[in-house]
């Protein structure tokens, strides 16, 4: 989608949001950013409300996630250096267009909420 689409547009901090489950992650980043990728498969379609109203849904990742693929439905963004300063790159080069941020960090929450994003946590995507 073209920046100031009418679609929403979904951001998700994939390093936050698979790191908000002490569930083993961390013995294998990568994959489990892959299963957190499949899992949004449906949200581009029904959207954060299951409303049926499509989004755009963007997965930022890093480290040693970086480099998954995306999926039909779910873009991924390799951060080159900080996923938090990509997150905040994306949400204003969208001025305009409603985005939603999906993270749990503070830090980032106040940065895009300053740019006029919505901010959900990562329980809204269980």
């Not at 547009?9 to 489990?32: C, E, H, K, M, Y």
């Not at 892959?34 to 954060?48: F, K, S, T």
């Not at 998954?68 to 949400?91: F, H, K, M, N």
Request: glycine letters at 12%; proline letters at 6%; hydrophobic letters at 40%.
């Amino acid at each position: 989608m073209p920046p100031g689409s009418c679609i929403p547009l979904i951001v998700v901090d994939a390093a936050n949001v698979v790191g908000s489950t002490p569930n083993g992650w961390w013995r294998d980043r990568r994959g489990f950013t892959e299963r957190l990728r499949d899992r949004l498969a449906g949200l581009a379609e029904y959207g954060i409300e299951s409303t049926g109203t499509p989004v755009e849904v963007v997965m930022v990742v890093e480290g040693q996630a970086s480099g998954v693929e995306p999926s039909d439905t779910v873009a991924t963004v390799s951060a080159r250096g900080s996923g938090d300063d990509r997150i905040v790159q994306l949400v204003a080069e969208n001025s305009g267009r409603r985005c939603v941020v999906v993270t749990a960090d503070r830090g980032l929450r106040s940065r895009v909420t300053a740019l006029g994003a919505e901010v959900i946590g990562p329980s809204a995507l269980r």
